[in-house]
């Protein structure tokens, strides 16, 4: 119910959230203490940022000499190229403006820039950037704004969850370092995965307690829990930072107990004195919480898509996912029907996108599947995980017996 607002904002393309101060300058810390010369010299381009609005051209005109840029570029698109009825608001930094044209206004996007050198009192910061009107809408797939990111270094934004897939094809196919948020979701993407898994990108530093705050100019109701009238920000548990820059905390291993430990131990009450289920279409074993994957088990596991924040590449293999277009099910299942909570009854090919549980016996309550006699219950997509270490030892016992 809380993402189900945020869901709808996206179906109507009002996605237009802005980045908390704090929020971009922890994550940009990270790669920071990582490499203190990691934007040095660098051009920096902030495409889908309303620079009067959001916090990214803030932050990096504001430390442009201590972080050692080269160039900052920021654009915007026009209000009329947006789904908000009458647009966000204009600010006194553009209509007091001597460049201020109110038909632009509407239909072009912006580009602010700073550059060394060009400031009136031997200091660049945020007083300092130059604007003008784009030719176009400030559209990021316009080639007016390729053309800035060919010639950029670095890009980080924001980008509308919306134009997620589009916006990492578009950084991708000019082979650029990026820093972005995106929606958490986008790891089961088909065109995703695939870079997730080979090493290509990679979970920044992620957001505090995996929960971000956004402010957004689009007024509607939220689910409780959601909107906040004290702070005016907005609660998302579903995004996450992507990146192919490196950084120290994709590299620090997951505290974990062995699979005994969690059996007994477990806060979670699924697993405490359960154990954990294998799949019946994946050969690998249930596991709904990353806390509760097991330190000593070397085959493959099914873990949530939250996993990706917490991924290390020494610690785990990423072998697959559980999407259909995969191809790693062991199984097809025909056509099957679907019980409903309240006890309603349809055909469906649902099981076949994701991994499924046998049962023994209807659930109470609760959705579940009925093929060929046989009872069934769907989880949620899954990454495919091994432990790299004892997957490696478990490889080198079986070479030894045999």
Known sequence: MANKTLNEAR????????????????????????NPDVFRDKTILLPCDDPEWSNFTKYFAQNFEALGLKKL??????PESKAY????????FETESPKFDADKSKTHGKIFILEKNNTSDGKLDLDDLQWDYLEGD?????????????ESDIIVTNPPFSLFREFLYWIMEAN?????????????????FPL???????????????????HSPDSRKYAEGVYNEETGLIKFRNCSWFTNIEHGHRHRPLQLMSMVDNIKYSKHKTIKGNGYVHYDNYDAIEVPFTDAIPDDFGKMMGVPISFFDKYCPEQFEIVGITKTWFGMATKTYPKQIQVSKTGKKTVVTKLNDGPVIK????????????????????AYARILIRNTTVHEKFLTLQKVTI
Do not use: C
Not at 21 to 27: A, G, K, M, R
Not at 359 to 378: A, H
């Open 359 to 378: 049962l023994d016996g209807p659930l109470d309550g609760d959705v579940y599947y009925i093929v060929n006699g046989e009872y069934y219950k769907q």
């Open 85 to 92: 009825k009458g647009g966000i608001p204009l600010t006194l």
């Open 138 to 150: 400030g559209d990021f797939r316009s080639d007016e704004v390729k053309k800035l990111r060919d």
């Open 73 to 78: 570029i920021s654009t915007s698109y026009a």
């Open 196 to 214: 997730v898994r080979g090493g290509v990108i990679w979970n920044g530093k992620g957001f505090n307690g995996g929960n971000a705050f956004f």
């Open 176 to 192: 650029k370092h990026f820093i972005s948020i995106g929606p958490l979701n986008a790891v089961t993407y088909k065109e995703v």
């Open 11 to 34: 179906a109507a393309k009002k996605d237009e959230f802005y980045t908390q101060f704090y929020d971009i300058e922890s994550e940009m810390e990270a790669y920071l203490d990582y």
